[in-house]
């Protein structure tokens, strides 16, 4: 009989329950896992439901809106504007931020990815929703410039996978950890305590597709993974992400000829995953620079990114920058 496991609401209580500093934090956080229900219930019963394929329309970054896109966000911008604990929420969803109240108890911005991966719902590959945290400080005004502060001032992460179960992953100062969803009560268990990159690499998450694309110095640099690890690569960021942190394994999207600044998103995929990554003992960086060091220009810029064992990006780092 396994001995019953801390519930996500019981984690929050004794970890933040009674730390001034983290007042609000919790509902946040239990706000973000509710909407994760919800958008989990939604991408379960995509193809039944015909909410699978695109809305028509073209999201700020250019790219085809999925209908559960449009909905992951809704639900995500609901909740946590409901919370009484944030400030402003930004999405990839929406060209602007949503500016929700500067209220005292409002001291948290969200910035997320509500749905990653969703080119992949209709295929029923695993999926994800991705969460930075910042704190504004007491009388902030609340302004678009709220969410342009770099990722090393972020308090939390939060990210969860849609796969073969559902994961629900939270980064603090205090550590990385990670929650399962129990589909017959509801709650989300503790199943990965203190989760860290293990010692020993043995993936890398690259879009080989691209090398014809690559200048030389990055080539040089995914031939040097490519002899060293065994390739897993799923096309969806966190499920790629999320397989390298439990099994050991670099995530690598590079730039390219055709997207200088590569594909990913700072704000709200690079920031929170390399605030994960490095409270996890790795390392997370653009090929040139630390990720939570870059000074944001906007809410959607992109940015290439490297997240993995502390060594083994350093050495993709060095060989790209040789
Ligand atoms: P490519 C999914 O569309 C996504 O934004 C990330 O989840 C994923 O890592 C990347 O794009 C995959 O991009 O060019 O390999 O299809």
Not at 41 to 64: F, M, R, S, W, Y
Not at 103 to 108: I, N
Not at 196 to 221: H, I, L, M
Not at 289 to 313: F, S
Request: include cysteine; hydrophobic fraction near 40%.
């Amino acid at each position: 009989m396994t001995a019953s496991r801390q519930t996500l609401t019981q984690y929050v209580d004794s970890a933040w329950g009674d730390d001034p500093t983290h007042e609000g934090l919790g509902a946040v956080v239990t706000a973000i896992a509710e909407g994760t229900r919800l958008v989990q219930e939604k991408v379960q019963a995509a193809a039944i439901a015909d909410v699978l394929g695109t809305t028509g329309d073209v999201n700020v970054q250019g790219e085809v809106v999925q209908i559960l896109d449009e909905q992951s966000s809704d639900i995500f911008v609901d909740v946590l504007s409901g919370s009484g604990a944030v400030a402003a929420v930004g999405s990839e969803e929406i060209a602007e931020g949503v500016i929700v109240g500067d209220e005292d108890s409002q001291r948290y911005v969200v910035l997320m990815d509500p749905l990653d991966g969703s080119s992949n719902i209709d295929v029923a590959v695993s999926i994800g929703s991705i969460f930075g945290i910042w704190k504004r400080e007491p009388g902030e005004a609340v302004t678009a410039d709220s969410m342009l502060t770099p990722g090393s001032k972020q308090v939390a992460a939060v990210y969860a996978v849609y796969g073969s179960s559902t994961v629900f992953v939270v980064a603090t100062a205090a550590g990385v950890q990670g929650f399962t969803l129990d589909a017959s009560s509801g709650a989300f268990e503790l199943t990965h305590p203190d989760i860290t990159f293990p010692a020993k690499c043995q993936y890398y998450s690259v879009p080989d597709g691209y090398y014809k694309n690559w200048d030389e110095p990055t080539r040089s640099a995914a031939t040097m993974l490519r002899d060293g690890y065994s390739l897993r690569y799923v096309g969806s960021l966190v499920a790629d992400f999320h397989r390298n942190l439990l099994k050991g394994g670099i995530f690598w999207y590079p730039a390219d000829d055709k997207s200088p600044n590569g594909k990913l998103r700072l704000m709200y995929e690079a920031n929170p995953l390399g605030f994960v990554a490095e409270q996890a003992g790795g390392a997370a960086s653009s090929g040139r620079q630390r990720i939570l060091d870059i000074q944001p220009e906007a809410l959607h810029q992109r940015v290439p990114l490297m997240l993995g064992p502390a060594d083994v990006v350093e050495k993709t780092v060095s060989i790209l920058n040789s």
